[in-house]
């Protein structure tokens, strides 16, 4: 078991890395596949650009609308992203009860995959901080059952069990990692 804090600083080395693998997309690559079900890289983008806003509504203690549509992809994506990341970083570092609120595992389990489905599907080194994927899969591997999977986790594919954590985790979320 890992400390809150332990956990925080996995999830800013999560928001680091999917950063890096967002300034390295080229706008010739946002009409691409990914192996997100049916989208795109734009709406990967967008989608990981609505998670920081949504996890921030959910830090703040309020409901995001996690069915809105993903919002327009702005020029410079990667700098909007890096401020999202820094404005729940933030809230992470200022809250006062570990206990209080979804933790951070969770959301570090939502940055490992779609960086890896974003490095993946542009072509960038899948060489990721295997800590983050070891978070991230040991809170999907307690909290995602398979009636919770709905259509943004397919059903779990098999994987040798000395498999690199990466790979492991992706065939956990139901992508392919061969």
Same mark, same amino acid.
């Given at each position: 078991?890992?400390? #809150? *804090?332990?956990?925080?600083?996995?999830?800013?080395?999560?928001?680091?890395?999917?950063?890096?693998?967002?300034?390295?997309?080229?706008?010739?690559? &946002?009409?691409?596949?990914?192996?997100?079900?049916?989208?795109?890289?734009?709406?990967?983008?967008? *989608?990981?650009?609505?998670?920081?806003?949504?996890?921030?509504?959910?830090?703040?203690?309020? /409901? #995001?609308?996690?069915?809105?549509?993903? #919002? #327009?992809?702005?020029?410079?994506?990667?700098?909007?992203?890096?401020?999202?990341?820094?404005? &729940?970083? *933030? &809230?992470? *570092?200022?809250?006062?009860? /570990?206990?209080?609120?979804?933790?951070?595992?969770?959301?570090?389990?939502?940055?490992?995959?779609?960086?890896?489905?974003?490095?993946?599907?542009?072509?960038?080194?899948?060489?990721?901080?295997?800590?983050?994927?070891?978070?991230?899969?040991? !809170?999907?591997?307690?909290?995602?059952?398979?009636?919770?999977?709905?259509?943004?986790?397919?059903?779990?594919?098999?994987?040798?069990?000395?498999?690199?954590? !990466?790979?492991?985790?992706?065939?956990?979320?139901?992508?392919?990692?061969?």
């Amino acid at each position: 078991m890992t400390s #809150p *804090h332990e956990s925080v600083a996995v999830l800013s080395r999560a928001l680091d890395q999917a950063g890096d693998v967002l300034a390295a997309v080229h706008a010739d690559q &946002l009409s691409g596949p990914t192996g997100c079900e049916d989208w795109t890289v734009e709406q990967l983008i967008a *989608h990981l650009l609505a998670d920081t806003s949504n996890f921030v509504t959910m830090m703040r203690g309020d /409901d #995001p609308d996690w069915s809105a549509g993903l #919002p #327009p992809l702005p020029e410079d994506w990667a700098a909007a992203f890096r401020s999202g990341a820094d404005d &729940l970083i *933030h &809230l992470w *570092h200022q809250r006062e009860d /570990d206990d209080a609120g979804p933790p951070p595992d969770m959301q570090t389990a939502e940055f490992a995959v779609h960086t890896w489905d974003l490095a993946r599907a542009t072509g960038q080194s899948s060489a990721l901080d295997p800590e983050v994927a070891e978070h991230g899969l040991a !809170y999907m591997s307690a909290n995602l059952k398979p009636e919770m999977r709905g259509d943004a986790f397919r059903a779990e594919i098999e994987v040798a069990d000395d498999a690199p954590v !990466y790979d492991r985790l992706a065939a956990f979320a139901g992508r392919d990692p061969s």
